[in-house]
């Protein structure tokens, strides 16, 4: 029997695959779907920080306009209790999973300024997830900003949600940094227990028709898994949070590389909208299937074995055979 446990954020989890925050995670029945199909966490969809600042500002339209008082039409505003907050829809959302479900629940906050609303890492704590994802989505588009600054942000952003809540916290980071490693020292510093790698930008693209920008989202592929992939395998052994990868972890082989290269978890998003809730089954198995072929016994014996440190070629992990890569492009393979 094949030992497929796993630990992230401190989570004693029953194998690595992690459903990733989606809508789905947010659905209680396809919630339970993921654990039948044997996911061994879910991390919800994110609370963002747009959404609680607008309930902020409608909590204070409301209050101002009792205030003033308008006679006869007081009665047709909502009482300040009647209205349902994206906080209170959001630990609603919580005690229905953590009742649904026996596999942790990690809560998501989703947001780039150091500010009050992360102050709510203490009810999401107190309506019972078993861990937090911090997401700083931020583009750094202000040409005046350094990189020091961009960093600084995260470092502020993770301080201030730290100071709130005992949960563990992963931090959802994208690569857009010059020196990733670095960046993952210092959170660790301040007080993460992991991170989850890499964060997906969704790019906007241009309407020709209407010239005008339209956001979309394009779900991953598995050739996204590589960059993951390269960065666990740097990463392993020399980082003390765990590692989470998430972006394009499609198929069993994505899986297996991430944890051969030093992944504590694997989570899937795009495949599990794209296919359906049965596919994180079929990874699962064919993981187990890959696993029995080779005669490993455990993840633990596989977690980080091709790592840089461990792998026959570590400078393949690096820059130093670019020019091997490049040279190995047949011209035949164009059409
Ligand atoms: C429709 C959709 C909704 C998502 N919602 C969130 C979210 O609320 N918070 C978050 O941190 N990530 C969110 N993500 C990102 C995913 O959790 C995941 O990190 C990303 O899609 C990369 O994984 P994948 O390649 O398996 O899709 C969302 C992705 C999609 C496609």
Redesign the pocket.
């Known amino acids: 029997m094949i030992d497929l446990r796993t630990s992230y954020l401190g989570l004693a989890l029953a194998n690595p695959l992690v459903a ?4 789905l995670t947010g659905n209680v029945d396809m919630a339970k779907r993921l654990e039948d199909e044997g996911a061994a966490a879910i ?1 919800m ?2 609370l963002f920080e747009e959404s609680l600042q607008a309930d902020q500002e409608q909590i204070h339209r409301l209050l101002d306009f009792q205030d003033i008082g308008t006679g006869e039409a007081d009665s047709f505003l909502p009482e300040p209790v009647q209205y349902q907050s994206h906080l209170d829809e959001y630990l609603e959302k919580v005690v229905q999973l953590k009742q649904s479900l026996s596999i942790p629940v990690i809560g ?1 906050l ?1 947001g780039i300024s150091a500010t009050g609303w992360l102050d709510y890492a203490r009810d999401i704590e107190q309506a019972g997830c078993d861990a937090l ?1 911090l ?1 700083v989505y931020y583009v750094a588009a202000d040409l005046r900003q350094s990189g020091a600054e961009v960093e600084n942000r995260y470092i502020e952003v993770l301080e201030k949600v730290r100071a709130h809540t005992a949960l563990p916290i992963g931090v ?1 980071i994208s690569t857009h940094f010059s020196s990733v490693g670095h960046v993952i020292s210092r959170l660790q510093q301040n007080g993460a227990d992991g991170v989850s790698l890499f ?2 930008f969704y790019q906007p693209d241009i309407d020709l028709e209407g010239l005008q920008v339209k956001p979309v ?1 394009y ?2 592929s598995s050739s ?1 898994s590589l960059e993951r992939i390269r960065w666990l395998a740097l990463l392993y052994g020399q980082v003390g949070v765990d590692l989470a990868a ?4 499609h198929r069993a082989e994505d899986v297996i590389k991430a944890i051969l290269a030093g992944a504590d978890a694997v ?5 599990l ?1 794209k296919q359906g809730v049965g596919a994180l089954g079929t990874i699962l198995r064919d993981m187990q299937d890959w696993m029995e072929e080779r005669e490993y016994v455990s993840i633990e014996q596989m977690k980080g074995s091709v790592c840089q440190h461990h792998a026959i070629n570590p400078v393949a992990y690096e820059h130093a055979n670019y020019l091997a890569v490049l040279d190995s492009w047949l011209i035949a393979e164009v059409d």
Request: with cysteine.
């Open positions: 990733s925050s989606s809508p991390v969809p994110s998501s989703n994802e997401n959802k964060n997906r989202v779900l991953s996204e998430t972006g394009g972890f989570c899937l998003c795009s495949v909208l």
